[in-house]
């Protein structure tokens, strides 16, 4: 089968670790016998240093004409002015509003074999495997007004934290799609005590969750839930969260996997409703692994790239709907770390620890 895949290595560490990740697609292509276009666009600071804009048409055309995107890392110090106009982040926000990517899947799984690389005790870490779901493309980064300014008493900002019910009801329905495929405990995370749209969430949760009586359903207020991350990471098993709660905590919990490094994550304008009967098939998507673009380390050839590798993987699942495919590069994940292998980020324990190129060409030849 042929399919485009849009990539948008963007800035610091984001080529390195997405060139990894498409040394393990062509690994696939032989395997399986597929044929995937590669096709490159600009995107964050080195979009604005050669076109003046995070996210040129041309590029933002490329992802509406693929089969999915691949996505690296955009940002550093040199795009860091808090005055400027133009700003990198710029260019993945534009994406998402674009695709109507509203759902962010952020899986954290705890490699037994990495346990001893995570600060959290080892006892804590037993049978972590959960799923975060965030809203992209509501909140406070989307929603108006939105802007700085200064008057008489000095500089001022505002932000505003706005849902509608359908935003809601639609990453709910995300949530307990996933749960219903996995073990049916879903934790809807608010602040119901203070903000309004806390109360809101949690009276449209409550009556979602009707629709799904085979699920377990606990609300939690969201500094509880960043405790219970830590104190009892493995009760979790697929949280929902509104788009600012969402990024802390998923954050928060790459801590237990031992590193940022360690994870991937979907952002997808849908998933089938499987309550409803429908089958899962292919669905929009932009593909990212969760870090920064860490450009102290840009360039030396000592990034991870096992969260680009495995964010590919989801991209192989949702997307294109190669089940067998996604599982490969995801067992030769696990292999290689079994095997022990570590880049420096996930050397807790010592083992064989090799280079950015090293791991991604390892992980290829085990497809």
Not at 10 to 16: A, L, M, N, T, Y
Not at 45 to 74: M, S
Not at 311 to 316: P, R
Request: aromatic share 4%; glycine share 12%.
């Amino acid at each position: 089968m042929e399919f485009t895949i849009a990539v948008l290595p963007g800035d610091g560490i984001g080529p390195d670790v997405t060139g990894e990740a498409l040394r393990v697609l062509e690994a696939v292509a032989r395997r399986f016998g597929h044929a995937f276009d590669a096709r490159e666009g600009r995107i964050g600071g080195n979009a604005i240093d050669a076109v003046g804009t995070a996210l040129p048409d041309e590029t933002l055309e490329t992802c509406n004409g693929a089969d999915a995107v691949l996505f690296g890392a955009v940002g550093g110090p040199k795009w860091d002015d808090p005055g400027a106009r133009v700003r990198p982040e710029d260019g993945i926000l534009g994406i998402r509003r674009s695709m109507g990517l509203f759902a962010n899947l952020r899986p954290v799984r705890v490699e037994p074999m990495l346990a001893n690389s995570s600060p959290i005790k080892r006892d804590r870490l037993e049978g972590v495997d959960m799923i975060v779901v965030r809203e992209l493309t509501g909140g406070l980064y989307f929603a108006k007004p939105k802007k700085r300014w200064r008057n008489s008493r000095g500089r001022r900002g505002v932000d505003t934290l706005r849902y509608t019910e359908e935003e809601v009801v639609r990453i709910l329905r995300v949530g307990f799609s996933l749960a219903m495929a996995r073990r049916k405990r879903l934790t809807s995370v608010d602040k119901a005590n203070v903000l309004e749209t806390g109360r809101l969430w949690r009276e449209i949760a409550t009556e979602v969750a009707d629709d799904y009586p085979d699920v377990e359903v606990e609300h939690v207020l969201v500094d509880n839930a960043a405790m219970q991350l830590i104190v009892r990471p493995a009760h979790f098993d697929v949280v929902v969260a509104e788009n600012t709660f969402g990024d802390i905590l998923t954050d928060e919990a790459s801590v237990l996997s031992g590193s940022l490094g360690m994870l991937p994550s979907a952002s997808l304008a849908g998933l089938p409703d499987h309550a409803s009967g429908d089958r899962a098939g292919p669905v929009n998507g932009l593909y990212e692994p969760i870090h920064g673009s860490a450009p102290d380390i840009a360039g030396q050839g000592i990034a991870n790239p096992i969260g680009a590798i495995l964010s590919l993987a989801m991209l192989l699942r949702h997307s294109l709907g190669l089940e067998a495919e996604a599982t490969a590069v995801e067992q030769a994940v696990r292999g290689v770390l079994a095997e022990g292998y570590r880049t420096r980020d996930i050397a807790g324990d010592g083992g064989d620890v090799v280079g950015t190129v090293r791991m991604g060409s390892v992980i290829a030849g085990r497809v």
